[in-house]
């Protein structure tokens, strides 16, 4: 086993949320952090901006509520010290009980504060093995993401002794705002329970005949070729709305086409027989994610079909779905609760590549891998969070031995039982939120009071309205 010794630097691969998160959180400890990051000269199959944490929709961050262990989660990262809440935070746009950010800003704010911490040094260079990074007594946060280079992935897992476990993801469409024929959709929320008073979603009522058509052309329309991919493995958190189609005549209507509490102002406040609904997916409202419509279809096809759905039949894409490869380890065999390798405690993992799945997951494994790190550069020992807390429920997934390891969303399921009956499933969801914060509060070195609303909403020191100009001309 190799151990670290008190190194002088921190050297982490990628600025996506995981990467960001554990560069800030290292610097703030006062390490000194070189960051590198492979775009703009080079790119992924899904990124399209030079800006660092990209999302590809509003709503990645999903749901905001303590009610929810996702949003116990955000909420544990606010406590501690998160850049990525505050920027996300600061970037908010109306979507009901969810925290949907404008994506541009959002990771223009987060590049600017990473770039502007005077710890850290970015570096635009695609790294494609470790051995470099290592010298000196540094120490290596891998935070590539589900797509590391192919160079990256071998150099890994030549290092980790073990076969790379995959599935395949998709991310949905986005249209044109101004494209959606109204007078045929329509604003709304879920029994009128958004943020504004017209409701944070468009809605594109279809009746039984409409519906049917749609979901029998979805069902046989033309996929695109898997390439390079071994097999098709659709992950259940983000399944294509064909696969999931295929399951059966209802099944996507009650999915993300369900009309319940969605009356139709059109047709005399009735619920209809499905409905699509359309997310804001900027500040400007010009930008519109089909919820729910992760597809792996042709872009013609996407075309095609989607144009079938009622008020969309002059829709302009602005991004058609993609599909991509998700790639993560196999923790629970490679990793210690501090996300470090069992046999080089030099190299920490974060992010989607260690099996958490999600945005808000990969950015709290990076506040949790950047400040461990930090803590042994300094020579201290690492800080474990308990499954009392949503963080540490997530990080013990990752490392309890499982033989059939999977990527995983954090719920409340991967806590610490209360050890008493309350009754009522969002009560005692509420029970368990209160508890970790409790113990954050006692027990987190990162713990700080909860800002007021209007504090929450200022930018981090040194964050500008605009990509730091050095970032912008690489």
Partial sequence: MTKPTQGTIINIIGAGLAGAEAAWQAAEMGCRVRLFEMRPGAASPVHKTPYFAELVCSNSLRAAGLSNAVGLLKEEMRRQGSLIMRCADACRVPAGGALAVDRDGFARMVTDAVCSHPNIEVVYQEVTNLDGLLADDALVIVAAGPLPSAALAADLQSRLGEAYLHFHDAVAPIVDGETIDMSKAYWGSRYGKGESERGDYINCPMDKEQYLRFWQELVTAERAPLHDFEQEKDFDGCMPVESMARRGEDTIRFGPLKPVGLGDPHNDGREAYAVVQLRQDNAAATMFNIVGFQTRLTWGEQKRVFRMIPGLENAEFLRYGVMHRNTFINAPKLLRPELCLRDDERIYLAGQITGAEGYVESAACGLAAGYNAARAAQGEQPFT??????????????????????????????????????????????????????????NSPLYREPAAPEEAAEQPAGVKTTINETAAEQ
């Avoid at 999977?406 to 499933?425: A, I």
Wanted: proline share 7%; no cysteine; aromatic share 10%.
């Fill in 385 to 442: 969070w308990p499954r009392e807390t949503a963080l540490g429920g997530l990080l013990a997934w990752l490392i309890t031995p499982n033989s059939n390891f999977q990527p995983m969303n954090v719920t409340f399921g991967l806590m610490e039982p209360l050890g008493y009956k309350v009754r009522g499933k969002q009560a005692k969801n509420l029970k368990l939120a209160e508890r970790s914060l409790a113990w954050l509060a006692d």
